[in-house]
């Protein structure tokens, strides 16, 4: 059996709990058929290693595997590595790769390719794995089915990032000699996964085929699966119940819609497949704004917002208010007690304003904000609404901003152009996955999507992400991570507004979807239409 080092401590099995136990009852998978699935918004790419946002994922994992998968138990599971060996005392990691594994141009997929990935992709191109990989000091291929990885220290949070989306696997011999970020191939993939990329139309739909020459015998069962581009969440609905789409993840149409189609039998609404997702929604503020950069002021559209009302009135409930940036599921790291809270209270927001040194005007304002929401659909816009009149009550004068998907990057990631956005993200099964790339100063890396980006800067803060990212003690790290979290509600250098509950949408008929703690990165080999 595969052999785990002692340094990998804390594993997801603390976070996924008895996950295991609501694996769907096995049957004989029956072969054939399209599975129709919502993709929203639009990818601009199919590249996890440039831009991890979950569109991309969704797509991209299907045509290419990782090392390694995740059970739901949070075991690692075989996929282009067979077998490994992690070395007591966490400084090597050893990796046998299959045989006869081949890209989907035909051509072997050996070390050789692995290694390109990490030192030429991986560690020049990837937010996370720049950080996550900083320990890794050599990469060695004895032969071509043999991956040794070198860390200068023991890193615990690699054994959670070493599947597709977070190890992306390049074919060496299309992107050597080119440039990464700008290889057409970016946006085409050729992978070694279950599925074969066959076209991309854009603004309709994107196919991708059964691959005849999986390494995994007798899979995928699907024939193919057609990812469809359906920008408004009343189009989408309406193509569950035509049957036009069978699938989507992360709330793919409105709560009452979900409400509507679970309660006509065919269609499943479920939690299940985020265990390795605990997500929180977030203000993210910079603090470059002449008002933003003072702390009253954040504090004050801290108390402005009533988190409950917004969960119930535009979330459909399916969440609960933040107590920390860490999110309570994430255990054992979350903790509550002893840290600052901002419970809503409009009377102490105005308060606050008037402290901070911005009183209401003749005209009834105290200073003008933009909000920018992440322009992932309705649900977002409406946040972004309610966000606008909380602060409009107690005197900030906001405008909503709207922007697509590809241009909000821009903003956002590359211009740093923006006062306020609203946006959220996964934790991952660690906090160094999710949580330190927010917060982290050092994380910063202009263009590159999902780092830090509201200027906020606290040494002792970079201090303790920097002691957790190689500390083998658990409760020398747990610390560190109380620390983050007593700093961040005290300087709220972003504001933690709701932890999100996500549900999938999909006809009954379909089985494997929730044998996943990561349904998005899940490679759907396993998914098929259960036999009328």
């Not at 909000?371 to 992932?376: E, L, T």
């Not at 649900?379 to 966000?387: A, C, P």
């Not at 890396?445 to 509201?454: D, H, N």
Request: proline share 7%.
């Amino acid at each position: 059996m595969p052999r785990l080092a002692p340094a990998f401590f804390l594993t997801a099995a603390l976070l996924l709990g008895s996950a295991g136990a609501m694996a769907q009852t096995k049957e004989i998978p029956a072969h054939g058929g399209t599975l129709n699935a919502i993709v929203h918004p639009e990818p601009p790419i199919l590249s996890p290693l440039l831009n991890t946002a979950t569109p991309i994922v969704l797509v991209a994992t299907k045509i290419n595997d990782g090392l390694v998968d995740y059970a739901l138990d949070g075991s690692l599971k075989p996929q282009l590595a067979e077998s490994w060996d992690f070395s007591r005392d966490g400084l090597t990691l050893t990796f046998k790769l299959r045989k006869g594994v081949t890209w989907h141009d035909g051509k072997p997929f050996t070390s050789a390719d692995v290694k390109f990935s990490i030192e030429e992709g991986l560690l020049k191109y990837s937010s996370t794995g720049k950080r996550i990989f900083k320990t890794l000091s050599k990469v060695e291929t004895p032969d071509e089915h043999t991956v040794v990885l070198t860390l200068s220290q023991p890193t615990p949070v690699i054994y959670r990032n070493l599947n597709a989306s977070a190890l992306w696997l390049l074919p060496k011999h299309l992107y050597e000699g080119t440039d990464v970020r700008s290889n057409p191939w970016n946006a085409k993939p050729i992978g070694t996964g279950p599925f074969v990329f066959k076209d991309y139309v854009r603004g309709s739909h994107i196919a991708l085929d059964r691959n005849p020459n999986y390494w995994d015998s007798g899979k995928p069962y699907l024939d193919r699966i057609v990812f469809k581009v359906i920008p408004d969440a009343a189009g989408r609905a309406a193509a569950f119940e035509t049957g036009a789409v069978q699938f989507g993840q992360q709330h793919p149409i409105t709560f009452a819609d979900a409400a509507r189609l679970k309660a006509g039998g065919k269609f499943a609404v479920d939690t299940r497949g985020y265990e390795f997702s605990p997500t929180w929604f977030w203000l993210e503020p910079n603090h470059k704004n002449p008002y933003l950069q003072h702390l009253k002021v954040r504090q004050a559209i801290a108390h402005a917002i009533d988190r409950n009302l917004l969960l119930k009135t535009v979330w459909g409930g399916y969440g609960k208010p933040s107590v920390s940036p860490i999110p309570s599921s994430l255990k054992p790291f979350h903790i509550s007690e002893g840290l600052q809270q901002y419970p809503f209270d409009a009377k102490k927001a105005e308060q606050l304003l008037d402290e901070a040194g911005f009183p209401r005007k003749a005209d009834g304002w105290r200073f003008k904000l933009t909000h920018d929401f992440i322009p992932y659909g309705d649900d977002y816009r409406r946040t972004g609404e309610f966000v606008r009149q909380a602060l409009r009550r107690v005197g900030i004068d906001v405008t909503l901003g709207s922007q697509d998907l590809t241009t909000w990057l821009k903003s956002v990631f590359t211009d740093y152009n923006f006062d306020l956005i609203s946006s959220w993200g996964g934790a991952g099964a660690d906090p160094q996955m999710g949580i330190e790339t927010r917060f982290w100063s050092k994380g910063r890396q202009p263009g590159t999507a999902w780092t830090v980006v509201s200027e906020y800067k606290n040494d002792e803060l970079d201090a303790a992400f920097e002691d957790a990212q190689t500390q083998v003690d658990p409760e020398k790290r747990l610390e560190d991570y109380r620390l983050v979290q007593r700093i961040v509600q005290r300087d709220l250098p972003l504001i933690p507004l709701f932890e999100v509950d996500w549900f999938s949408v999909y006809d009954k008929r379909l089985r494997g979807l929730t044998d996943t703690p990561n349904q998005r990165a899940d490679n759907f080999a396993g998914v098929y239409f259960a036999s009328e």
